[in-house]
């Protein structure tokens, strides 16, 4: 990818928030008018699976995995504190801290208001956001804040190999937070047809095509793919609110409550991660993304188990759904934050680990 495209925010990712809002209005309206399109997605199901969503979520996360080089990872040992950093970061600290506060929230401050089983669904789907480390839109919080596009590229690798092997394990762990029972079979099976089959797809794809057509066929392949993924989450977004525009119509606190708990978590984490970055002396090239990479989460994946587990009409879906409009505007105002206390941290020359 040349310097001037990977410099480029595109125009999806430039009004992510304006597109998301209008895709949950959107779903809504026709929710409300067309209730019997909930059926339609129940009509063509799998294992209690909705077929349809399934096939969005994997156009939505394959593009993600294509562009993703894996033997990056092996160059990440030359930039190893950033990296073991953000790994202690992505699963020993944010997924717990997330699953505190959506505690906190939903069986302290907000129980009275949410009840104890919709509070356990809301908790259920803050957990599942925070045990999914962000390897997308990380990549435009990086070019913003001026940090080291290097690290940030092997972060996406590597979280993308780490969410196949610890997603379910921790998945396993902390949903009982919530009192929510675990079908272990069907947390295996989502985190591989939902980030296991797009990962090998995008490796087969990335590792043929390059062999077999070269590097400049490989790259107009996944520029004609620039505009699958996000048209995939649009359409996953409406998919998604359309039957759950009863609920949230009924009780649209729901909405507002998941936000300020998100709200507060994604702060929470930040400021323990850039915290972390400044007394163990990074440089800001590598604490700006590794602070952004700890604060943000991989929604698509999030949503995608939240409808494994608990079906597209749930409070567990409502708040992965929720995290995916709270996160652009926050993440925003977090690199505004990263480029305004750079002088907090030493610097040193960016570029990509050779």
Request: aromatic fraction near 12%; glycine fraction near 8%.
């Amino acid at each position: 990818m040349s310097e001037e495209k990977e410099q480029k925010l595109g125009f999806f990712e430039r009004y992510l928030t304006v597109w998301v809002g209008i895709c949950i209005l959107l779903g809504l309206y026709l929710g409300e008018v067309f209730p019997q399109l909930a059926d339609v997605f129940e009509a063509f199901e799998i294992q209690g699976y909705p077929v349809i969503v399934a096939i969005a979520l994997f156009l939505m996360i394959y593009p993600i995995m294509v562009q993703t080089d894996f033997q990056e990872i092996i160059k990440a040992g030359k930039s190893a504190k950033p990296v073991t950093t953000t790994l202690v970061l992505n699963w020993a600290v944010k997924p717990f801290t997330m699953a505190f506060i959506a505690w906190l929230f939903f069986r302290i401050i907000f129980v009275d208001f949410v009840g104890y089983d919709m509070g356990s669904e809301l908790m259920a789907g803050m957990i599942l956001l925070g045990i999914a480390p962000c390897t997308a839109m990380v990549l435009v919080w990086g070019y913003l804040s001026r940090g080291n596009m290097g690290h940030v590229v092997v972060m996406v690798a590597i979280n993308s190999l780490s969410m196949l092997v610890l997603y379910g394990p921790m998945a396993v762990l902390l949903l009982p937070v919530a009192d929510v029972p675990v079908p272990l079979t069907r947390v295996a099976f989502g985190v591989l047809a939902y980030v296991g089959l797009p990962l090998v797809a995008g490796y087969l794809t990335r590792k043929i095509m390059i062999e077999k057509k070269g590097k400049e066929a490989f790259e107009k392949f996944t520029a004609r793919l620039h505009y699958v993924s996000p048209a995939a989450l649009l359409f996953t977004i409406v998919a998604i609110v359309t039957p759950q525009s009863g609920i949230v119509l009924s009780n649209p606190l729901l909405v507002l409550f998941v936000l300020i708990a998100l709200t507060v978590q994604i702060f929470l984490i930040f400021g323990i991660a850039y915290w972390i970055s400044r007394k163990i002396g990074l440089a800001y090239e590598d604490a700006a993304p590794t602070s952004q990479i700890a604060s943000s989460n991989h929604f698509e994946v999030a949503i995608a188990m939240a409808i494994a587990l608990f079906g597209v009409d749930s409070g567990a879906t409502l708040a992965a759904v929720t995290g995916m409009l709270i996160e652009v505007p926050i993440m925003l105002l977090l690199v505004q934050i990263c480029l305004k206390t750079q002088h907090w941290f030493p610097s040193k020359k960016m570029g990509v680990p050779e």
